[in-house]
């Protein structure tokens, strides 16, 4: 497996990666037309190529055989999308194809995210994950992440709840 950081010609394969995981994560629980409305929205080739672009976020392909199978976008200071804390790491995403659960894809994107924390000198490492996600809950604790909030995520027209987790360093 090669973890490599994505450059502006990965654009199409990380919309590609980025709606077919999500959907494979959420579909089951979510109606048709909320997921629809929440792909074509939030993996839009503009709005990914607009966080690409940012210098305070960064992108990395999880590969294995030259295919990729898997994802990680971190983000800094401002990029963050809740505690703009410039003495943390927001894992804004790790998504693996469901294909590839159980083959320590995941596992390699985050110690990814972790080196890049450390690389950086940040004081933790922190992420929003779905309460209803319990394999994503169970792999966030496994790894020593503690709940310390909660905020709301907007999917189509449903308003859920994200368990905030955060990781000392």
Do not use: C
């Amino acid at each position: 497996m090669i973890i490599r950081a994505i450059t502006h010609s990965d654009l199409i394969p990380l919309q590609a990666i980025s709606r077919q995981t999500f959907f494979e994560t959420f579909a089951d629980s979510n109606s048709e037309e909320n997921m629809t409305k929440y792909l074509d929205t939030a993996y839009a080739a503009e709005k990914l190529s607009l966080e690409m672009a940012s210098p305070s976020s960064e992108f990395y392909f999880a590969e294995i055989d030259g295919k990729v199978v898997g994802y990680l976008k971190v983000n800094f200071g401002v990029a963050q999308t809740e505690l703009k804390d410039n003495s943390a790491l927001e894992i804004e995403r790790i998504y693996v194809l469901k294909e590839f659960h159980g083959a320590k894809v995941g596992q390699a994107l985050y110690q990814k995210a972790l080196e890049i924390a450390k690389s950086h000198n940040v004081n933790y490492l922190w992420l929003g994950v779905w309460e209803e996600n319990h394999r994503a809950l169970s792999f966030y604790k496994k790894n020593g992440f503690v709940e310390f909030d909660k905020h709301l995520f907007t999917l189509g027209e449903d308003t859920q709840t994200d368990l905030m987790m955060k990781l000392m360093l």
